[in-house]
């Protein structure tokens, strides 16, 4: 304890965790606010010493990486949260996952450096998906050497509608890698607040590059990693969020 003027005040010591969680089945319907509020609960539930803001107000100390939009299932979200009393990762999981709901399961909690420990949602820079067709939504055959042909051009271009209007972009330099093995497409993009590329766009794009149109619910879109960046923009080290952070013995 310390005495600043005439009052007292406490400093009180915090861990900075991350926390990661997959996201399958009727859950992918739920949307980012909602999975905030649910967490919120569940984390008081599990009898966690998570940490509070100041002030009049005070909310629980938490923040996600790249919120996931809604009819999108995941093997890999991310959330940061700041603990007081906290046990082994082990604990913690066990814990945490006592009181989930079926289709949502914790699959990792550690420890994040001070020097590691930047907001989980700034930090994004990359993220890894895998799409499939539904049914008789796929193109027609050899769709696949297609998809090969349509990545390997100079530029990818779109129409891209915002809240500012109407724009063409080159997605082509934000599509870092793409493949197909048994009808499953697998695709890293950027990710984050500077530049943002959802899978569900380069399908659009692969679909006129096909001349034919992607129709509604043609896709089933599964999150699988999500990377930070810790080298530069043009020489990429991508570090997945977990790798990011220890375990807590």
């Known amino acids: ?27 992918k319907f739920v949307g980012h606010l ?21 002030g009049f107000s005070p909310h629980m100390i ?31 999981l066990r814990r945490l996952n006592e009181v989930m709901v079926d289709n949502i399961e914790i699959l990792s909690f550690r420890k994040i450096d001070e020097g590691k420990a930047n907001n989980a949602m700034s930090i994004v820079a990359a993220a890894d998906y895998t799409v499939t067709f539904r049914g008789d939504y796929r193109p027609a ?3 696949e050497t297609k998809l ?15 809240k500012k209007g109407e724009n063409i972009i080159d997605i082509k330099p934000m599509i870092y890698a793409l493949s197909c093995s048994n009808e499953i497409i697998s695709m890293q993009l950027a990710a984050g607040s500077i530049n943002h590329l959802k899978p569900e766009l380069v399908l659009e794009a692969f679909a ?14 599964n999150r699988v990693e999500v990377y930070a960046n810790e080298g530069t923009e043009e020489e990429r080290r991508l570090i997945t969020l977990e790798a990011m952070g220890e375990e807590i013995a």
Do not use: H
């Open 34 to 54: 909602d999975m905030m509020r649910y967490f919120q609960k569940a984390i008081r539930r599990a009898n966690i010493d998570v940490a509070y803001s100041a």
């Open 1 to 27: 304890m310390r005495a600043v003027g005439l009052e007292f005040t406490e400093e009180v010591f915090v861990l900075k965790a991350r926390v990661k969680f997959s996201k399958q089945g009727c859950m």
């Open 208 to 221: 006129q590059y096909m001349r034919t149109q992607l129709l509604d619910f043609a896709l089933e879109v």
């Open 148 to 162: 090969v042909e349509f990545f390997n051009q100079d530029s990818i271009t779109i129409l891209k509608k915002t």
């Open 62 to 92: 938490m923040s996600f990486a790249a919120p996931l939009g809604v009819g999108l299932t995941s093997d890999g979200e991310y959330f940061d949260i700041e603990v007081g009393v906290c046990f082994s990762s082990k604990e913690m």
């Open 141 to 143: 055959t050899d769709w």
